[in-house]
């Protein structure tokens, strides 16, 4: 299987910047997209940012403009700078890996999300 862990977060004044980073990690795998979700209390979780194995970005709305997501050379590591915080970007973040890993010569997909990081924006 496949196993996902975040790092960063925390408390952070409005206008302010944090940056998450998420490691996938396992043996045999390959990533099809990693990506960056939250939810605040009393939501639903949401995409925040999504990055496919071809490069592509795709980010919520709410985020444009402020939030980037970027990957590591490897492409098993994902960051999530995010600028310009405001109080509503106050959320646990979660970290997702999606893809395929080997196992008994046959490709089993997985979807794998990581503990989740507090990321606190006070006004």
């Known amino acids: 299987q496949v196993q996902v862990v975040e790092s960063g977060g925390g408390l952070v004044q409005a206008g302010g910047s944090l940056a998450l980073s998420c490691a996938a990690s396992?043996?045999?795998?390959?990533?099809?997209?990693m990506g960056w979700h939250r939810q605040a209390p009393g939501n639903q979780r949401e995409s925040v940012a999504t990055?496919?194995?071809?490069?592509?970005?795709n980010y919520a709305d709410s985020v444009k403009g402020r939030f980037t997501i970027s990957r590591s050379s490897t492409k098993n590591t994902v960051y999530l700078q995010m600028n310009s915080l405001k109080p509503n970007d106050t959320a646990v973040y979660y970290c997702?890996?999606?893809?395929?890993?080997?196992?008994?010569?046959?490709?089993?997909?997985?979807?794998?999300w990581g503990q989740g990081t507090q990321v606190t924006v006070s006004s």
């Open positions: 997702n890996a999606a893809g395929g890993y080997w196992r008994d010569r046959l490709l089993w997909p997985y979807d794998s």
């Open positions: 396992g043996r045999r795998f390959s990533i099809d997209t």
């Open positions: 990055i496919t194995s071809a490069g592509r970005t």
